[in-house]
């Protein structure tokens, strides 16, 4: 199987290409040329092996170039039992509130407590064998921006890893303070991690510039080196997601919570569109999902997009309390636009044009009528977050995180407008841990301590839950990175770090 760029359909890559290279030279996304088809058969087969053994099927049918063996190794290592705490690393706990049935897909049981381990901690192995197979002998420098999990996430999966070089930025005062510490504590010889003066949104777009610029470019090839990417532009990182789409499914049919062929809607907390847009490529291969519910916070420019057809980035930054849906270009949202065309590159890459030059851009009828019948766009604010946050708390005895809480909320406006209470999958994205302080806040009357780590003390006492060990250990971790610069000063701070200018 290859894959085109979401902006040019002459562009084909192979699969190994398309996740050493992250992006395509002309900005735009690699995406598969064909959907391997599954049938109720099919999943059923799956139902009867386990979350490595669904990982080794679907990941064989789209890394043509990638040996069984080489499939196999990299699952293998990355979803042990040691890293995800027990054999499946994606399980789910069934929640029953009146007539809707939640099942909270907890995909945080990871090394840094975010759904993003799902995707990066098997990126590293995936990505350092397409290296060798298409690029010989050069050295992969990852750039990442991050919102705060990503960069954590993809530091921890790219450790010590021979062949490459991580360097990630994040948003001075766009992070938690717990995502702040994981990351100034990195352990690594190959890694570095910079704040920069500005938010998500210009970290990300101060990335996507060094990737595309020629003369940085070619000076890393003089020193036989190539930029990659971790973030969720690289195919890499969107098709290990499709994976836990499945087993949900799977386990759900075996815990005799539907039946094989019954419908699911999906509930994603979304941010640069990744986790959803995984999702719906589940949909197309054959799961039957019937609705995807996009939930945002008060950053709502894909609940406006989804219920207009107009993407319009001009518009406040709110900094909230779910900061790593705080994002205004939402990146993956081209594939979709891709898949929703039928392919159309051109279109896709005027509307991409449009957004970058004019801030905004407005689909066709057509697209229009796709979405308003497979998507659902609602958004959640801090206030209602913290409610939802109680709510699941006090009644339900489920403790969730703030982005978790955005989608349960949007997911209850959606049965409340709709009446559809067609089993869902809610996608939970963090440890209430990562995200102390506005949990503490929402289950607790007592006044907040004032220290981070005191913070999850107590919340561990008030909710006898337990701290997750990677975050416990962080109390007494040595800060390792303090460095901050502007965004402009981006393309010299690569540059100085691989000592190549
Ligand atoms: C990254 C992230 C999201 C958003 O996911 P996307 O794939 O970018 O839409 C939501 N919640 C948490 C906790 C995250 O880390």
């Known amino acids: 199987m290859n894959y085109n760029s979401t902006r040019n359909n002459n562009t084909v890559v192979s699969a190994s290409q398309a996740i050493a290279q992250g992006i395509s030279a002309e900005g735009g996304l690699f995406v598969p040329q064909s959907l391997p088809q599954y049938t109720a058969e099919d999943i059923k087969a799956l139902t009867k092996t386990d ?8 990941f064989s049918d789209f890394l043509g170039d990638f040996t069984a063996e080489e499939i196999s190794e990299s699952v293998d290592a990355a979803y042990t039992a040691e890293k995800f705490g027990s054999d499946n690393p994606a399980p ?15 995909l945080w049981h990871g090394p840094t407590c975010a759904f993003k381990d799902m995707a990066l901690q098997i990126l590293p192995h995936l990505l350092t064998k397409s290296v060798k197979k298409t690029f010989a002998g050069k050295e992969a420098v990852i750039l990442v921006a991050t919102s705060g999990d990503t960069g954590k996430a993809a530091l921890e999966g790219f ?26 504590t990195q352990q690594g010889n190959n890694v570095s991690v910079v704040a920069i003066e500005g938010n998500f949104d210009d970290a990300q777009t101060g990335v996507k510039k060094i ?50 062929g019954d419908p699911i809607n999906v ?14 490529y589940a949909m197309r291969m054959g799961l039957p999902i019937k609705k995807f519910i996009c939930a945002s916070n008060a950053n ?42 039928d392919g159309n590159a051109e279109k896709v890459a005027g509307w991409m044009k449009e957004l970058s030059e004019n801030g905004k851009y407005t689909v066709d009828d057509d697209v229009k009528a796709k979405l308003d019948e497979l998507f659902y766009g609602g958004f959640c604010d801090d206030e209602n977050t913290q409610k939802t946050i109680s709510e699941m708390y006090r009644e339900e005895n489920y403790l969730c995180d703030t982005h978790t809480a955005v989608a349960v909320n949007v997911y209850q406006q959606y049965v409340a407008e709709t009446k559809d209470t067609t089993p869902a999958v809610i996608a939970s994205t963090a440890s209430p841990y990562k995200f102390a302080r506005s949990v503490l806040e929402a ?23 337990t701290v997750p060990a990677p975050l416990a250990m962080l109390k007494d971790a040595k800060v390792r990175f303090t460095l901050e610069c502007k965004k402009e000063e981006m393309p010299q701070t690569v540059l100085s770090s691989l000592s190549i200018g």
């Open 51 to 58: 979350y490595r053994g669904r990982a080794k099927k679907i």
């Open 92 to 106: 789910i706990s069934y929640i029953e509130s009146g007539d809707t049935k939640m099942s909270v897909l907890e």
């Open 159 to 184: 450790k010590d890893v021979e062949g490459t070089k991580i360097m990630v930025f994040y948003p001075v005062n766009g992070v938690s303070p717990m995502q702040k510490r994981q990351m100034a």
């Open 211 to 260: 990737f595309t610029d020629a003369e940085i470019k070619d000076k890393l090839a003089e020193n036989n080196m190539m930029f990659s990417s971790a973030n969720s532009i690289n195919w890499g990182r969107l098709l290990p997601q499709v994976v836990y789409y499945f087993s949900a499914y799977c386990d759900m049919v075996n815990e005799g919570k539907i039946a094989m």
């Open 267 to 280: 509930v994603v907390p979304t941010g640069n569109f990744g986790n959803i847009l995984a999702s719906y």
């Open 300 to 341: 709502n420019v894909l609940t406006d997009f989804i219920q207009t057809g107009t993407y319009d980035k001009q518009r406040t930054f709110y900094t909230t309390i779910s900061p790593s849906m705080d994002i205004l270009v939402s990146s993956n949202l081209e594939r979709l636009l891709y898949h929703l065309t």
């Open 443 to 465: 289950v607790s009357d007592e006044a907040l301590p004032e220290d981070e780590f005191a913070m999850v003390d107590a919340l561990s006492a008030v909710t006898k839950t």
